[in-house]
T-cell receptor
Framework: DQQVKQNSPSLSVQEGRISILNCDYT??????FLWYKKYPAEGPTFLIS?????DKNEDGRFTVFLNKSAKHLSLHIVPSQPGDSAVYFC????????????FGPGTSLSVIP | NAGVMQNPRHLVRRRGQEARLRCSPM?????VYWYRQLPEEGLKFMVY????????ESGMPKERFSAEFPKEGPSILRIQQVVRGDSAAYFC????????????FGAGTRLSVL
């Protein structure tokens, strides 16, 4: 049972436009959400996160929005740049005996110059 | 300020051999996590370890796979009697002892089983 879903395997966006990556989750106990970015042949790198007590967090060109009632979050990148082309993983954390992080399957973003 | 170090980067094994993947966490980090990424799939949690303790191994296959994080030295993910289906990228991540949600990943080990 996939608790974190990213239903778009891939996305293409023109340089300078907005990229919107979506993520849905099923477990209402998730209390912290993260986005990671991964280039080929490299490990994922942390990008931005949001606590469940907030509905928006912004860091430069990257903004994450959280809609708890819909169990949905999205990552906005504006303006998109060719260097943003990568796989983006949505992840969610739940307190068990520790803060367990569960990753979605990823969305491959291509920013076209 | 070295990040998470994984070696080897690439590992080729024949069916039935053993694979040993090593992970040195970031300095000051005492929590280590192992993930597996199969082709065209996301990151699947395998195991979470603290020094000398396995905290959560719910993602580990029941047979042939084991992990350790000794008091001294790197964390080791060991796969005995490898099969073709074990071919994947294996990523290690670490986090500080303060229990921060953010995990810092290594570059991964790409295991190919012939």
């Amino acid at each position: 049972d996939q608790q974190v879903k990213q239903n778009s395997p891939s996305l293409s966006v023109q340089e300078g436009r907005i990229s919107i990556l979506n993520c849905d989750y099923t477990n209402s106990m998730f209390d912290y959400f993260l986005w990671y970015k991964k280039y080929p042949a490299e490990g994922p790198t942390f990008l931005i996160s949001i606590s469940s007590i907030k509905d928006k967090n912004e860091d430069g060109r990257f903004t994450v929005f959280l809609n708890k009632s819909a169990k949905h979050l999205s990552l906005h990148i504006v303006p998109s740049q060719p260097g943003d082309s990568a796989v983006y993983f949505c992840a969610a954390s739940v307190k068990t005996s520790y803060d367990k992080v569960i990753f979605g399957p990823g969305t491959s973003l291509s920013v076209i110059p | 300020n070295a990040g998470v170090m994984q070696n080897p980067r690439h590992l080729v094994r024949r069916r039935g051999q053993e694979a040993r993947l090593r992970c040195s966490p970031m300095k000051g980090h005492s929590h280590v996590y192992w993930y597996r990424q199969l082709p065209e799939e996301g990151l699947k949690f395998m195991v979470y370890l603290q020094k000398e303790n396995i905290i959560d191994e719910s993602g580990m296959p029941k047979e042939r796979f084991s992990a350790e994080f000794p008091k001294e030295g790197p964390s080791i993910l060991r796969i005995q009697q490898v099969v073709r289906g074990d071919s994947a990228a294996y990523f290690c991540a670490s986090s500080p002892s303060t229990g921060e949600n953010i995990q810092y990943f290594g570059a991964g080990t790409r295991l190919s089983v012939l």
